[in-house]
C-alpha cells in the first residue's frame, strides 16, 4: 500500500507560480507511475499530468501543458507540479496519485491511478 501525502497550496495572484510536492511512504515510488489530477468546486475530478517510473517520459492534460511540469525524485520518494502563469481556472484540490503501470493520458481520464492522497488546495486569486 502507498500512502501519498500532498503540500505547497496555497492563495497565489495570477501570474504567479506554486510548485507542490507529493511525498510518498509505506513502498518505494521508484517503480510505479505518478500523476496529478485536479478537482474543482462543483466539477468533475480531471487529469493534469503523469510521469513514468524513470521520469524519462511525461503526459500532460493540453489545459496545462507548457506550463506545469510533472517531475519525480525516486530517491526521495517524492513527485512534484511546478506550475507557472497560473490562471483563475487552476483554481483546484490537487490529488497525488500513484499508478503500477504507466498508461496514456486519456486512459487516466478515464479511470484514475491506483493510490490518492487526500488532496491540497491551489487558490488564484484574478
Known amino acids: 500500500q502507498v500512502q501519498l501525502v500532498e503540500s505547497g497550496g496555497g492563495l497565489v495572484q495570477a501570474g504567479g507560480s506554486l510548485r507542490l510536492s507529493c511525498a510518498a511512504s509505506g513502498r518505494t515510488i521508484s517503480s510505479y507511475a505518478m500523476g496529478w489530477f485536479r478537482q474543482a468546486p462543483g466539477k468533475e475530478r480531471e487529469f493534469v499530468a503523469a510521469?513514468?517510473?524513470?521520469?524519462?517520459?511525461?503526459v500532460y492534460a493540453d489545459s496545462v501543458k507548457g506550463r506545469f511540469t510533472i517531475s519525480r525524485d525516486n530517491a526521495k520518494n517524492a513527485v512534484y507540479l511546478q506550475m507557472t502563469s497560473l490562471k483563475s481556472d487552476d483554481t483546484a484540490v490537487y490529488y497525488c496519485?500513484?499508478?503500477?503501470?504507466?498508461?496514456?493520458?486519456?486512459?487516466?481520464?478515464?479511470?484514475?491511478?491506483?493510490?490518492w492522497g487526500k488532496g491540497a488546495l491551489v487558490t488564484v486569486s484574478s
Open positions: 496519485a500513484a499508478d503500477q503501470t504507466y498508461y496514456s493520458s486519456t486512459f487516466y481520464s478515464r479511470y484514475g491511478m491506483d493510490y
Open positions: 510521469i513514468n517510473w524513470s521520469g524519462g517520459s511525461t
